[in-house]
């Protein structure tokens, strides 16, 4: 069948932001067949999205909006201590990871309940308590958005750093990725635990000897009470990245605030939080206008109903400055900006 490109449509329901803008042409596409079709279609530009959970549209978006929706889990290969699994890109990320736990494969517990999906996973390197997509994936493939083509990227040509990657930089917009191939652990697994609350919270589980569905399990618990859910407040999570700064910033804030949170990275940086930095600048549960911060989690922006993506971002950019302002540190943000 070809594929349907319906023009004028709202992308209210296509954005955990819940923002209310059109896309002057969309199509849904299932399979590599029909993604090569709609590209052939000739309408520029191009934008696909996933779950539109990492999006924030500013305006109506001119060309041609495709939704993946390319959905199989495929086990690939199987080794004696890993298996090999093939994703197609608009499978849920969550469902693949609910699969892998079921089926007793390792490795995703910890990114459990990250919403969006597979092919976008690679874009900006997803993580979650001390886990990155980065740290299971064995390549991809994408098809080339000007000529429709099929390459095969390994994972150093994907270029990943910390929510990061090619797709976000050089090659945007170049490439849609089409599947992701993963590879998990069996029989036996490596828990990461020492990330956040995970094991305090297992203790609180009463569990003592936990397995990879009672790491989900409990990733799950605390991102709930943590977390805006976008069907109750819209939201795209971690509106900014976490700064990355040398040594000599933090030894100059801590002389000022010495409770000022910090984590060690190679060649004398450090990581700050930007919650923690939004915090200090007195923006943590302050709403303006239809939008805020969540009182819970600065670094989340949320829609408190009927924000336009303009409030949003003009938000956004008011606590750039004020942590440029009080710290002197450029916050950079992490959602995508249409
Ligand atoms: C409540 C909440 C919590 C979150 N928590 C986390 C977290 O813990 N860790 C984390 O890393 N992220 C988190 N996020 C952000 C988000 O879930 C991820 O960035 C996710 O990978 C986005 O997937 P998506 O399908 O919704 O992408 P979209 O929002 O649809 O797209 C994001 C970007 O990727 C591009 N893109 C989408 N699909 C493709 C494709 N197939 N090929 C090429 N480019 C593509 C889009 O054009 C866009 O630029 C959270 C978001 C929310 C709402």
Redesign the pocket.
Known sequence: MPVNIQNNVSLLP????GIDVRAAHFTTVHSEAEMREALQSGIHPV?????????LFTRDVAGLVI??D?SYIKLERNFTKRAWIDVG??V??HTLVTWAVENNLGGLEN?S?????????????????GV??KDVFVSLK?METTTGRIRTFSLKECGFGY?DSV??REL??K????SVRVSLTRPRHKLNLSYGDISRTLVTMGIDHPGIADVSRAVCQI?RSK????AEIG????FFKNPETDLAVLLKIRQSHPEVPSYPLPDNRVKIPAGWLIEQCGWKGKKVGNTGSYARQAL?LVNYGGATGQEVKNLSDQIIQSVQQKFGIALER???I?
Do not use: H
């Not at 977390?227 to 976008?230: E, K, N, S, T, Y």
């Not at 939201?235 to 971690?238: D, E, K, L, W, Y």
């Open positions: 296509y954005n955990t932001f934008l696909v999205i996933g779950g539109g959970s990492n999006l939704k993946n390319i890109g608009g849920q990320w990114m309940l990250i919403p969006g999906t597979v092919g976008a996973a690679p874009v900006q390197n997803i993580g979650a308590y990155e997509l994408a929510r797709f976000k945007k917009g490439y849609i990725i089409v991102r977390l805006p859910d976008p939201n795209c999570g971690s989340v992490e959602v995508n249409v």
